[in-house]
């Protein structure tokens, strides 16, 4: 009886052996769940800074005569009191750009409240050739006395030379005092002129008016 005990348990026991490895192979390799990537985290785009584009500059073209060619020519028909002329000449170009002809003259002017002016110059230029101009004209300012000047008259946008014959009208706020130089602005026809007068008596009420120049002298300031 210990004996058949002992064999039907031994008997038992290889069963379950026998059994468990059986429901090991049959339930098949364990399969693992993908392996999800964590998202990639792109680096943040950087912007360059935006450049902004420099101011535009005046060019100078064969025509017309460069800031130091100005200064140059003045210096020469000034002489001694030219102190000033370079600063006084670089503010008319940033204002109304590059001359294609200056003037260089001389004028006499007298007014009280009222007042007339007289000149006479070289209108010059780099590829029209020189010319003989007078100008005239009536002036209305809060100014008395007389005065004469040595003058440097800038002209821009001259299409030819004789179309400095008419009238030009003064711009009005374009008087300038610098450096002992007195500067006013006239224009007619996108036609402009500057002229720099040097001197204590520059009588800036004169820009009041307006300034006729013709090729030949006259007393008619009309």
Known sequence: MIFASRLAAVTLAALMCWTVP?????????QQAPLQQAPMQQAPVQQAPVQQAPPPQRAQSPATFGPDELVGAGHKFFGNVSRGLASIIERAVSQWGLPNGYVLGEEGSGAFVAGLRYGEGTLYTKNAGDLRV?????SVG???GGDGARTMTLVC???AT??????????DGSAYIVGGFGMTALTANNIVLVPIRSGIGLRLGANI???KFTPRA???PF
Do not use: C
């Not at 059986?22 to 364990?30: E, I, R």
């Open 209 to 211: 008016g307006y300034l």
């Open 157 to 159: 946008n001259l299409p």
């Open 22 to 30: 059986a429901a090991t192979q049959q339930s098949g390799p364990v």
């Open 142 to 144: 809060f100014d008395w």
């Open 218 to 220: 006259t007393w008619n």
């Open 162 to 171: 004789n179309a400095i014959y008419q009238r030009f009208v003064g711009i």
């Open 134 to 138: 007078y100008w005239q004209g009536p």
